[in-house]
């Protein structure tokens, strides 16, 4: 076994192109070989397979093997992209290719325009380190047939990815410019599979850059699509370390907000993320240093980005300090402004959210004469909704103008979060007023997590097979009116390892495997009635009262 896992290493380390990268392993296997047990267990982790390459590409930590992310996997990522777009859509396929500020990005996206090119495709490169709604644009504004962003989004310092997006012929009408979804990962993969090995996939140098005016193509572009209105509106913006400020800063401006205050410490990229725990706007603590700046400066609202800008959060000021929107707040913000957009203009569409996002958003839809749609978690289904107008997820993931960006946009999310606050702000009001006005005309729909981390991995499974073999007929104290197993598909969603659980009254739990971390993920949402403007305190305190027993209830029904 461990003779056999030494020559892995070495055959390795032979084909690597990154000299250190070589000499990782070289000091691992070194350790290895003279009875260093830590060092065997490290290799046999790197070497216990390839890093998969699925619907959302590769991610991983940044280091030498083939079981995590570094230059020897993503030239055979490339190399087994570019088989794929060779065989299914032509010889003369054209990509584009971006990248984030993390450490190696730049790199891995140079390599893949190399390999591109070598191969006889069209490779585009972003001219600078651009946020990943940038990426997406170009996908569409090019007609590329792919596209690649090598980010990983607000994952930890340590992690790097590999995102691939699908255009021109490669892709349906629905899905030009969106994530892969399968076959198509398992296709790619296929390919991956059978690539040469690394320092025998061919490069060659020639690819274009493209020109900084994409910027200002996408800033253009954008800013077409709001209205007109008012633009007073002091904003304190943190980019999270990451690349954010390179279309934020001049899409706000250029839009009329001249009173933009950044984050000193968070504005520029750096990859160790200093300054959070965790680079994503959703973590506790990650607003603080924005929140002191807000708070010096006396801002209207915060507005974060993370590391690759395709996500968006917000902060408000409250009598009592500052406080954050949840993601399904601002998917009914900017929800009602687009749906209200929408009914102006005689516009007919859809609005769409995943399923485990606030049922609320459906309810926006119908009060605008919009239709609705539920999708799977993630914008790989979500852009792909039908005469899709807006969508969002949870996770603080908003796709405002899906015939720009068919992807979540953390940028545009931004921009139209800003005009909305200003037009409140002209008016004497602010967000939270929208939040009122949605929840006096539909009811207070409290969504939260319960989420249960775990060190056995057989536990998640069994957590699911107990729960559908042994379903709860009652939840806060209401009979459960219905437990669709998600497993088995319908005519409207594809089969996912979920169970979606109703009470008579209306309240819901989503039950899922996560898919990135060893956890079991719930989805809660109360719903309380609002009779009118008067008993909206009441009704949000009995629906936070409901909701802490809704998730005492879902903890004891997880509990094996």
Known sequence: MTTHLFDDVAAWIGADPSADDRAELEALLASAKDGDAAATAELEDRFSGTLQFGTAGLRGVMEAGPNRMNAAVVRRAAAGLVAWLKEKVADDFVVVIGYDARYHSEEFARDTAAIVTAAGGTAYLMPTKLPTPLLAYAVRKYGADAGVMVTASHNPPKDNGYKVYLGGRAASANGNGVQIIPPVDSQIAAAIAAAPAANEVPMSDGWNVIDD????????????????????????????????????????????????????????????????????????????????????????????????????????????GWRQLSGDEIGSILGEQAGAAAREAGTKGSLASSIVSSQMLSKIAEHHGLDYHSTLTGFKWIARAEDILFGYEEAIGFCCFPDLVKDKDGVS????????????????????????????????????????????????????????????????????????????????????????????EGDRVIVRPSGTEPKVKCYLEVIVPVADAASLPQAREAARERMERFKADVSAMLTL
Do not use: W
């Open 213 to 320: 005016s994409i910027v200002a193509d996408y800033v253009a572009d954008t800013l077409a699509r709001i209205p007109d209105g008012p633009r007073e509106l002091k904003i304190v913006y943190t980019a999270m370390h990451g690349v954010g400020k390179g279309l934020v800063h001049p899409l706000l401006a250029q839009a009329g907000f001249t009173d933009v205050v950044d984050v000193p410490s968070q504005i520029e990229p750096d990859p160790d993320f200093p300054t959070v725990a965790f680079p994503n706007p959703e973590e506790a603590g990650a607003l603080d240093e924005a929140i002191k700046v807000a708070q010096e400066v006396g801002a209207d609202i915060i507005i974060a980005s993370d590391p690759d800008a395709d996500r968006c959060s917000a902060a408000i000021p409250t009598p009592g």
């Open 413 to 504: 999310a931004a921009l139209m979060l800003a005009t909305t606050a200003a037009k409140m702000k002209a008016g004497g009001q602010s967000l939270q007023d929208v939040l009122d006005a949605l929840a006096i005309r539909h009811g207070v729909y409290l969504t939260a997590p319960v989420t249960v981390r775990v060190e056995d991995l057989s536990i998640i499974p069994a957590t699911m097979a107990k729960l559908r073999s042994q379903p709860p007929t009652e939840l806060l104290g209401l009979p459960v009116a219905s437990i669709e197993d998600l497993s088995e598909g319908s005519d409207d969603l594809p089969p996912t390892d979920a169970l979606r659980i109703r009470t008579c």
